[in-house]
């Protein structure tokens, strides 16, 4: 499916890299995009078979204080300076519609959800850090963000390697310098049931799914601090919340990534740093296909989709934040 949204346009006053105290410009109010308000097709055979994505956004309000600079402090009515004890922090939580020129890192980005966020992301103007195990995937992808007018910095990791992951992050600090955006997407799953997964299984599925996006976060934090916006968003999943059989350890390692998510959207919001979650039900992918065959001629949800969510996060950072998404497939009961 193609997205509907359009790049945001930048008026020629406006600065290459909007930061938090740009003046004259009001922030922009969240609308969804139209690519996010997906309708069902008359039920005709061909539309039946279209696959379209239903989502639920959970937002929450957040107070918005403007910056005047980089780590500006904000006063109150009464001149008083409003620090960390107001629950706002040394920064005012920067508004922004407009990633272009940031920096994003993206795991699993050598095919399906991965590959189409970093794509959507190099078309919205960000330079992308490609990480996944497959080295001649992340080059097909480093072609694709490279048609998009953007650089590409492949970085094959071993994601179940903790000394890996640090080494990444570091090699991204000595070569590129910055970090706005981290999307952990990488995963995997097994398709059994609780008695019958090993235990090996298990341990490969919790190091990719939960260790290493919590190994990543916690190693970016320094750089993503540094940025004006910065954004996390961790892809999660359905199951996360719905705990379908025969996916005992998949669920496990998804009900985790959300609980490490919402402590650490607690964490780091005073620091103007927002975390978010995706939580996808079946995406067309290969992963999904070597584990769900049945789901091979019903109406899926697309990488595509995944990418609009994750652009609409981006870009409409503004007074509303929206903590999660959940997507599900058009032919599954709503909620």
Do not use: W
């Not at 005012?92 to 794509?119: F, P, Q, W, Y």
């Not at 195990?133 to 990791?157: F, I, S």
Request: net charge negative; with cysteine.
């Amino acid at each position: 499916m193609r997205r509907a949204t359009q790049r945001p346009s930048r008026s020629p006053s406006q600065p290459e890299r909007p930061s938090a105290g740009s003046a004259g410009s009001a922030p922009v109010l969240p609308q969804v995009a139209p690519s996010l308000a997906r309708v069902l097709p008359s039920p005709s055979p061909e539309g039946i078979l279209a696959a379209r994505s239903c989502l639920e956004i959970r937002a929450r309000v957040s107070r918005h204080l403007p910056e005047t600079g980089e780590r500006s402090r904000a006063t109150g009515s009464d001149g008083a300076t409003m620090g960390a004890s107001d629950g706002l922090g040394e920064r005012g939580l920067a508004m922004r519609n407009d990633i272009d020129g940031e920096v994003a890192l993206v795991t699993g980005a050598g095919s399906g959800i991965g590959r189409a966020i970093a794509v959507r992301l190099a078309e919205l103007g960000c330079d992308i850090v490609l990480v996944g195990r497959n080295a001649a995937k992340l080059q097909e992808t480093a072609a694709m963000v490279a048609e998009k007018g953007r650089t590409a910095h492949p970085m094959p990791c071993d994601l179940t390697d903790a000394e890996a992951i640090v080494s990444l992050v570091q090699e991204v600090r000595e070569t590129i310098g910055r970090l706005d955006v981290l999307v952990n997407d990488a995963g995997v799953m097994v398709r059994k049931s609780l008695e019958e997964t090993t235990t090996d299984e298990l341990d490969a599925i919790l190091a990719t799914n939960v260790r290493a996006p919590y190994i990543l976060c916690r190693e970016c934090l320094p750089l993503l601090r540094e940025s004006s916006a910065a954004e996390i968003v961790n892809v999660c999943s359905v199951v996360a919340h719905e705990g379908y059989p025969m996916q005992s350890a998949y669920a496990a390692s998804k009900h985790a990534l959300l609980g490490m998510s919402k402590s650490l959207a607690n964490e780091v919001y005073e620091q103007g740093i927002r975390v978010h979650v995706v939580s996808p039900g079946g995406v067309r992918t290969a992963m999904v296909g070597e584990a769900r065959p049945d789901l091979a001629s019903v109406p899926m949800i697309e990488p595509d989709d995944m990418a609009d969510a994750v652009e609409y996060l981006l870009t409409h950072r503004t007074d509303a934040v929206v903590d999660e998404i959940r997507i599900h497939r058009s032919t599954k009961a709503p909620f």
